[in-house]
Structures are given as C-alpha cells and as structure tokens.
C-alpha cells in the first residue's frame, strides 16, 4: 500500500512537471514575440516609455520561465536527487523565480505610474519614470537575494524543492506591492474619464485585467500558503504568468491603432507629446495604413 501511494505520488509530480514544462514553454514563446514585436518597431516609437517598460517586463517574465525550465526537465528524468544537487538547484531555480515575481511585480507598478502621469499630464513624473527604469530591477534582486538567503525552498517528503515559511516575506512584498499597482490603475481610470471612449476603454481595462492577471498567476500560490494544498497548481500557475502579461499587454494594444495623428491636438507642448496620452502607450501591434490629406487650394485674388 506504502509502495503503490509512492508510485502515485511520482506520478502526479511527473505529470506537474510535463505541464510546468509546457506552460513556460508558452511563456518563453510569447516573451520572444513581444521582443520581436518591440524591435520591430520605429526607433521613434521604440524609445518612448512603454515599450520601454514593456520590453524590461518581458525580460523579469523570462527569469521565472528560465528557473521552470531547469527545474522541471531535472526532476523529470532525475526524480531523486542527491542533497547537494537538491541544495544548488533550489537556490539557483528558487533566486531565479523569486526574482522574477518581485522584479514582475515592482516593473507592473512602474507602468502603473506611466499610465496615470500620462493621463494626469505630469511632465515631471513622466521626466523621473523615463531615468528610473533601472530601480524595478535594483529593489527586486535586493529583495530576492535577502529572502534567498534565508533558505525559503527545502526538500519536503518527495519534493526536493518545497517553499518554507521563508517565502513568506517574498508573499508580503508581493502583497504589498500588489495593492499599490490596483490602486494607481484605478486613479489612471478616473482620470482617463476626461478623454474618447477609446482611451477610458484602455484605462479601465488595465484596471480591471492587471488584478485578474495577477489572481491567475500567483493566486493559486496564496492559496497554497494557507491551505498547504494544491502546490502543483501554484507551479503551473506560476510558469503561466509570461504568458498572461503578454496576452494582457498585447490585447490591451490594440486599441492603440492608427491614433497618433491626433496625439499633437490634445498636448501642449512637443515634448508633452512624446509621452502623454495614447502615443506614449504604442507597442508595436498595429496596422500599416497610408494617409492622404486634402486641404483647400485658396483662390487668388
């Protein structure tokens, strides 16, 4: 009986693992798409803030599908493991994912910002978010390597790599962090109330599918740590969570289609321009399109 629940015990991991697997699978191939998409783009929609911002974004997903990607293949075709493999793979595998959620976590909060000062006009916050592109990944590697040091994954039963009560700090961050980005996405959506339908639609969408993202990704881990059920879910969740950043961001995208013509009417200034409204949130997912202008031709007299 002992033997027979072992064998169904492996079973279940193999299989958690195969689907871990393919769900960063997934994520790595839409993490390349969006960077394809991005180079893709004019240099002078390139080097607005967006994309940016979404470039750095794709980057911190790619840490979690890298440490998925190492993690899942070994305990496939080495399902047990030697202490000193176990030690090294689950701080490389864990620093890599832990770093990966707060660097997420910490550049979503910075486009957050983007989207308010955009719709707010706040060319001095605009003039900060552009230089502090480099802070999201300077507090989240601190952070990670704080909460790595403490040994947050350890073996547990058959699972060499199992969270303790260490990743309870990197939970409270997330948290926290978390609740700071709703808010400024809800503020950015009041205040897109002043401009066309297009762009309060955009606004309330990032208000309403940044929490559903987040739900959907680190939801299940949450519900792990209260219930110590459903690790499985949380690992397969998690592997998702490139994917769901880049279907959210893309779709969010299209909205944003042949619009910037009219970006110089509703700014005050040139350099205003290069950042507020909807030309500051082009991503690269549009249409070619030829515009043809006709004016007048005056009669002399």
């Known amino acids: 009986m002992w033997l027979s629940s072992d064998v169904l015990a492996r079973n279940n991991d193999s299989i958690v693992n195969v689907l871990m697997i393919l769900s960063a699978s997934l994520s790595t191939g839409s993490c390349i798409w969006i960077l394809l998409a991005l180079k893709k783009l004019h240099p002078r929609y390139r080097n607005r803030l967006f994309p940016r911002q979404l470039w750095h974004l794709t980057f ?4 979690i599908s890298t440490g ?26 864990g620093f890599l994912l832990i770093s990966g959620k707060l660097t997420t976590q910490f550049i979503e909060f910075h486009m957050a910002i983007n989207f308010l000062a955009a719709f ?26 704080l909460v790595s040091a403490s040994n947050p994954y350890h073996p ?18 997330g948290a926290m962090i978390f ?20 762009v309060k639609r955009r606004a309330t969408h990032m208000a309403f ?60 200034s040139e350099d205003l321009a290069r950042w507020a409204g909807l030309a500051s949130f082009r991503v690269g997912f549009e249409r070619q399109a030829q515009v043809l202008e006709f004016s007048e031709r005056r009669s002399e007299t």
Do not use: H
């Open 60 to 63: 911190a997903d790619l840490l």
């Open 68 to 93: 998925a990607l190492i993690y899942c293949p070994l305990r496939v075709f080495l399902p047990v493991w030697p202490p000193e493999l176990s030690s090294w793979v689950c701080g490389i595998c």
């Open 120 to 145: 707010s006009r706040w060319k001095a916050v605009a003039f900060i978010l552009q230089r502090t592109l480099f802070l999201p990944w300077l507090v989240g590697i601190i952070l990670s390597v």
């Open 156 to 173: 547990s039963g058959n699972t060499p790599c199992c969270p303790g009560l260490a990743i309870w700090w990197e939970a409270m961050f």
């Open 179 to 198: 609740i700071l980005t709703s808010l400024v996405y809800v503020c950015a959506c009041w205040r897109a109330f002043g401009y066309p339908r297009a």
């Open 209 to 268: 599918w940044y929490p559903v993202n987040f739900f959907l990704s680190f939801g299940p881990m949450w519900m792990y740590f209260f219930s110590r059920e459903g690790w499985g879910l949380a690992k397969v969740s998690l592997a998702l969570s490139g994917f769901g950043n880049a279907v959210v961001y893309s779709c969010n995208s299209k909205y944003v289609t042949m619009e910037r013509d009219d970006t110089n009417n509703c700014t005050d």
